[in-house]
């Protein structure tokens, strides 16, 4: 038997389609046909998040007999654009690319950094729309009638699965933003208004620190280290959320709103990467209701009362005024 007909028996001995409606599954399904039929050692998937400027790791088939792989941590993690030639050429050409350790391009320099031999990409198009990439490892393996098979329909389930995954993440969201006003409404001190805020905010899963400035004066308190005055002065000047040149992990938000801000609140990303958009409005959400809240007065008196310490265990690290 030919190896070709080797790999298509593999292919028929897969478990079958999964359900039309069970998108994320439907994806696997179909990495999992394109690695046997194509004897790849990986086939993976990474969602496009054109808002951030990102490529997101989603999903990914691996040859069992395989030489163990290479697990580089940005193969696990959310990448800028700007750090991986390989994918934003892929992403900006809207046409397939291939990286070979032997050569002499960005790309090529990229995929030897990982331990990788050769990587095919493919654009996953949906409307027009580059929403994902898909990867072929070792190149050679990645036929063209299969992709031309495969390609359409994974883009489709990549499309869907990543929605359903958008909708379950703003619902867990929705709760946070919840959660934080019934705090705030609840809060005994503003000590405790401000701890129990950067508590849910590390609810997010997206945010290891998040601190909080109080305008006093004219003056942010506590204050601002050196290199992140700058952005601080900036949103209290804008009133707009920003993210700094440079700094992609870190997110500026003012808290309340133009003219009437109370101070900043600040969020760094767990990675050097710029937050989620729906990480980004839920901050907003949160700044616009704290600033409202602090505006209106409300009979927080600090006076004599101690901050919540957070357990060593949380996410997130408070600062407090003083």
């Known amino acids: 038997m030919s190896d070709a007909r080797a790999r298509l028996g593999a292919t028929q001995r897969l478990s079958p389609p999964a359900s039309p409606f069970d998108a994320r599954a439907a994806v696997e399904h179909l990495l999992a046909r394109l690695r046997a039929s194509a004897g790849a050692t990986r086939v993976s998937v990474w969602v496009h998040e054109a808002t951030t400027g990102t490529v ?7 040859a069992e007999s395989a030489v163990p792989l290479v697990e580089d941590s940005r193969l696990h993690r959310p990448l800028a654009l700007q750090e991986t030639p390989f994918f934003s050429r892929v992403i ?13 391009r960005a790309a090529d320099r990229e995929v030897e950094s990982l331990g990788i031999r050769s990587a095919h990409a493919e654009p996953l198009i949906v409307d027009g729309e580059v929403i994902g ?10 036929a063209p009638h299969l992709l031309r098979q495969v390609t359409p329909k994974l883009a489709v389930a990549v499309a869907e699965a990543w929605a359903r995954r958008s909708e379950k993440r703003r619902a867990a969201q929705a709760a946070v933003l919840l959660g934080l006003i019934e705090s705030a409404s ?4 503003m000590d405790h208004l401000l701890a129990a805020a950067c508590r849910r905010l590390a609810e997010l899963g997206e945010v290891e620190r998040a601190c909080i400035f109080l305008l006093e004066d004219g003056r942010l308190v506590p204050g601002v280290a ?11 000047r804008t009133g707009l959320p920003l993210t700094p040149d440079g700094d992609p992990g ?20 767990v990675a050097a990467r710029p937050f989620p958009e729906d990480v980004r409005r839920l901050a907003a959400a949160a700044g616009a209701h704290l600033g409202g809240v602090l505006a209106q007065g409300q009979p927080l008196a600090r006076a004599g009362q101690a901050a919540v310490p957070l357990p060593r265990s949380e996410a997130a690290a408070v600062e407090l005024p003083a």
């Open 56 to 62: 997101v790791p989603f999903r990914q088939a691996v």
């Open 92 to 104: 900006g050409s809207r046409s397939s690319t291939v990286a070979q350790a032997s050569g002499r």
């Open 133 to 142: 990439v898909l990867t072929v490892e070792p190149a050679a393996a990645a």
């Open 186 to 189: 609840k809060a005994p001190s």
């Open 226 to 236: 050196a290199d992140r005055l700058p952005v601080t002065e900036t949103v209290l």
């Open 250 to 269: 870190l997110l500026a938000i003012p808290l309340g709103r133009n003219p009437h801000l109370t101070g900043v609140l600040t969020l760094d990303s």
